[in-house]
């Protein structure tokens, strides 16, 4: 069983649905998660991309042209290494059933696994004239486990994954004095080609390629698509409350093809909403509370498997997720303890669909680093499967 990773994606989820991670954003910068993924009224980095793209009109002018090289980022479930290492020992043919990689398997059931890893790597630059534009690339995997004990329509692994990546264009201009405040207007492009891998495994399956199931996979399971996609989003920082800079957000992300015939991964469209207050705070280089209730028209969809034992195709569907506010809603605050030439620190900490988030945004000279916690609600039904996950990063900046 030494080969299951190197597959780039694979996911599963209890009883029958397996949306294991929610499709709203194409990439979760730790930065941003940190401080609970609520950014649709804030940017001020280059992801604001996959966020708002005018979020980028809050990139720092001071910082010049702003480059991120090699921005790999990882993030996992807290036990997921504790079931790589007893896959990774299982061995199957010794005389111990307790050893074979379906019983592993089993006695992991109910658990849900995440491993994914992500490159990000962008130029970015806020003119004088206050117009902000970014160019990147983006490359990532992203590997969701879940065993089940019993041989259901799932089987006793059942895998969702995806191995995905692009080019990502974004632009935004401030126009000053509208309608009694400033007015940024963003736009962003996208091309994603990705590769899904959506199965449940049974006990023969596992049993018959287990010296290579992640080459099994591919082979039998892969699909293949691609896709361009368009976003546009607002700002608007009315002059009222000045010493709370206050700024509310709208975007609309995901405009066009990135539906990839309905499979794994699909984008679908969705429209956000925020709000956020920068007020100056002694002692603080920056201090930021942002409010965020994102797909308001539900958009997001879980998989669900029609199980035909005489049918090797299209045995998963999208099926709507329940509306839940909760879902929806992001909330955090961010605190910038240092910001110079020789070191920048940042505090976050928020609410993530109902669960407690947190980080610290690390940048010194040219290297950067980040840490943060979330949890990630998964399946059609709010609570129905909970997965708390890690995620650091690091990067070269200037």
């Not at 287990?210 to 368009?230: H, K, P």
């Not at 990839?260 to 920068?278: C, E, H, L, R």
């Not at 509370?289 to 034992?309: E, H, T």
Request: proline share 3%.
């Amino acid at each position: 069983m030494k080969r299951l990773l190197p597959l780039s994606l694979i996911a599963a989820s209890s009883l029958l649905y397996a949306d294991m991670s929610t499709q709203e954003f194409l990439y979760k910068d730790a930065r941003i998660m940190g401080m609970g993924a609520a950014n649709t009224a804030v940017g001020g980095y280059s992801t604001a991309v996959f966020y708002n793209p005018a979020g980028l009109i809050n990139i720092k002018k001071s910082h010049g042209v702003e480059v991120e090289l090699l921005g790999v980022t990882v993030s996992g479930s807290k036990n997921v290494k504790s079931f790589m290492d007893d896959l990774d020992n299982a061995d199957d043919d010794n005389d111990d059933p307790s050893d074979d990689t379906t019983e592993i398997i089993k006695q992991h059931a109910g658990e849900t696994y995440n491993v994914s890893v992500a490159n990000y790597s962008s130029v970015s630059y806020h003119t004088e004239s206050d117009l902000a534009f970014s160019i990147g690339l983006l490359a990532a995997t992203d590997i969701n486990l879940l065993p089940h004990a019993n041989g259901s329509a799932n089987g006793i692994l059942e895998t969702h994954s995806r191995v995905y990546g692009g080019v990502i264009l974004g632009v935004a201009k401030k126009y000053p004095n509208i309608l009694g405040g400033d007015l940024t207007v963003g736009l962003g492009l996208k091309y994603i080609t990705q590769n899904s891998y959506e199965v449940g495994l049974d006990e023969a399956e596992i049993e018959k390629n287990s010296d290579d199931l992640a080459t099994y996979i591919q082979d039998t399971y892969e699909v293949t698509n691609s896709g361009f996609g368009a976003d546009i989003g607002v700002l608007y920082e009315p002059h009222i409350l000045q010493w709370w800079h206050p700024t509310l957000g709208l975007s609309i992300m995901n405009i066009g093809s990135l539906d990839f015939d309905d499979v794994y991964g699909a984008q679908p469209m969705t429209i956000n909403a925020g709000i956020s207050i920068a007020p100056e705070v002694p002692y603080l280089s920056s201090f930021i509370v942002a409010v965020d209730y994102v797909d308001i028209m539900n958009a997001q969809q879980a998989r669900v498997r029609n199980y035909n034992p005489y049918q090797s195709d299209d045995q998963y569907d999208s099926v709507d997720i329940s509306n839940d506010p909760m879902q929806h809603l992001r909330a955090g605050v961010s605190m910038g303890i240092f910001d110079n030439s020789w070191v920048t620190t940042t505090l976050n900490a928020g609410l993530y669909q109902g669960a407690y988030t947190a980080g610290i945004d690390l940048q010194l000279t040219l290297l950067k680093v980040q840490f943060a916690t979330y949890q990630e609600q998964l399946g059609a039904e709010y609570g129905q499967i909970e997965d708390r996950r890690y995620v650091a990063g690091i990067g070269i900046g200037w």
